[in-house]
């Protein structure tokens, strides 16, 4: 069964440092999202995609995020320059050509944390 | 009042009881509805969509009112590898954002 893959599952950076969080869609998904979960609290939306522009973006998703496909499979989340309470489980996702119903399915997500 | 909320929880049950987990949300322009349940620091998974004459999938059953803005989910005979925390989820618009509410944990004992 296809599935949403995150690479690293794991990153520690400093305060300050750049990171970025790759994703490789389901290959015939059309539509991205970024979304973050601060341990103990719930999900939320940071991002969508769709023909290589954003779609919609919450007020977390300031100047200091990005993000980008830069080919035919990648699609990566990047912070310029990190701060403590970015901290928390990245998970990417994608959803396919039936809009209307979205179901969007879920990466195993990158746990960054920010020392 | 939140944009999604769901019971608080935890949820405590034996084996082969039938659980229900209610969620209300505000926006009544929303168009899609899901439950996933989510694993202890994993991903969410779909659970399943929520259509509006309600659906089942074997021991699972979501219903939809529109006019009270409320979604229900019941799990019929739990078992063990139900225990989980399952998330009411709302897509508010075409843009496809999901909105999550806080999730209500479910823990099956033998």
């Known amino acids: 069964e296809p599935e949403v893959t995150q690479t690293p599952s794991h990153q520690v950076t400093q305060m300050g440092q750049e990171v970025i969080l790759r994703c490789v869609p389901i290959s015939n998904h059309l539509y991205f999202y970024w979304y973050r979960q601060i341990l103990g609290q719930k999900v939320e939306f940071l991002v969508s995609?769709?023909?290589?522009?954003?779609?919609?973006k919450s007020e977390i998703f300031d100047d200091q995020f990005s993000v980008e496909r830069p080919d035919g499979s990648n699609f990566t989340l990047k912070i310029r320059s990190t701060k403590l309470e970015d901290s928390a489980m990245y998970f990417c996702?994608?959803?396919?050509?039936?809009?209307?119903?979205?179901?969007?399915?879920f990466g195993p997500g990158t746990r960054l944390t920010v020392t | 009042r939140k944009e999604v909320e769901q019971d608080p929880g935890p949820f405590n049950v034996p084996e082969g009881a039938t659980v229900a987990f209610n969620c209300t949300y505000s926006n009544s322009a929303s168009q899609s509805f899901f439950w996933y349940r989510q694993d202890c620091r994993k991903e969410p998974k779909l659970l399943m969509s929520v259509y509006s004459s309600g659906n089942e999938d074997g021991r699972f059953t979501a219903q939809l009112n529109r006019a009270s803005q409320y979604i229900s989910l019941l799990i019929r005979d739990s078992k063990l590898s139900d225990s989980a925390t399952y998330l009411c989820v709302v897509n508010g618009n075409q843009g496809g954002k999901l909105i999550f509410g806080q999730g209500t944990e479910l823990s099956v004992k033998p």
């Open positions: 995609f769709y023909n290589n522009e954003i779609s919609e």
């Open positions: 996702a994608s959803s396919g050509v039936d809009r209307g119903l979205n179901e969007q399915y």
